[in-house]
């Protein structure tokens, strides 16, 4: 179960980088969270961060995935080295992303939030 999980995580992450608005649909409910170092936003306003550019990955690096499943809710804590451009300014974070899923047929993602790491 913790690889369809952590599948389900890779993908979304995928399509965030690709800015690719059908996959981040397909891996998150509608009624998703996204918490940012600066912002609150839904789903639809995350999609068109990503999609107009106001967002672009330039580097990800993955450094660990731990996964913890509750019933039918998973938590994935994902810790990762993120670099992008911040509508066109470089940026570069190290962070610790939280992010919730509910198995409902499959998992889906409802809640995503960035935290910065400081050491």
């Not at 672009?56 to 810790?79: L, W």
Request: hydrophobic fraction near 40%; charge should be negative; aromatic fraction near 14%.
């Amino acid at each position: 179960m913790e690889n369809k999980v952590l599948e389900a995580s890779q993908n979304f992450w995928k399509s965030m980088e690709n800015a690719d608005e059908k996959g981040m649909r397909s891996y998150a409910k509608e009624e998703c969270q996204f918490v940012h170092i600066g912002i609150t936003c839904d789903l639809n306003r995350e999609i068109e961060f990503y999609t107009s550019g106001t967002f672009k990955p330039t580097s990800i690096i993955f450094n660990n995935q731990d996964v913890r499943i509750f019933n039918n809710t998973a938590i994935v804590i994902t810790d990762c080295d993120y670099a992008l451009l911040l509508d066109g300014k470089e940026t570069s974070h190290h962070f610790a992303v939280t992010e919730v899923y509910v198995f409902e047929d499959t998992w889906k993602l409802v809640q995503f939030s960035f935290t910065a790491l400081v050491y």
